[in-house]
């Protein structure tokens, strides 16, 4: 399956936003699958204001990141691989954010304290990778 996903920075690029993944139960970035969307930059923009009632806006058109992983298999699903596509993303306005039903939990945290949620390595790799675009003021 193609994904598309959101590492979602407030408008100073210090902070983050994750979302406690309801069925993997792992702190994440935000995000979905195509749907058969051919554009995995609107999937990552969609799928970021629908599981946080945000308005967010591409701080760049070019993929951040590329990770591909293991779904585990659940229910009627099997076990399946996501080719996630991954893009950074900024609010617009305001960063009062609602948590939908896909999440048990979100929270905007400093990406320097990003470790106090998770240790996913996919998910530190995004922070690394981010820090050295300097892509925000």
Known sequence: HVTGS???VDQSGSRVLLTHHRKLKKWLQL??????DNDPLAVAQREAEEESGLSVRPVAQTIL???I???PPRGR???????DLRFALEVVGSDRFRVS???LDLEWIDIDDIKRL???ESVLR????????????
């Open 6 to 8: 959101a590492w979602l």
């Open 31 to 36: 995000g979905g699958h195509s749907d058969g």
């Open 65 to 67: 990141d590329v990770d």
């Open 69 to 71: 992983h293991a779904i």
């Open 77 to 83: 699903d099997p076990e399946h691989v996501h080719y």
């Open 101 to 103: 039903d896909e999440s």
């Open 118 to 120: 998770t240790i996913e």
């Open 126 to 137: 995004l922070a690394r990778k981010f820090g050295r675009l300097n892509l925000l003021p």
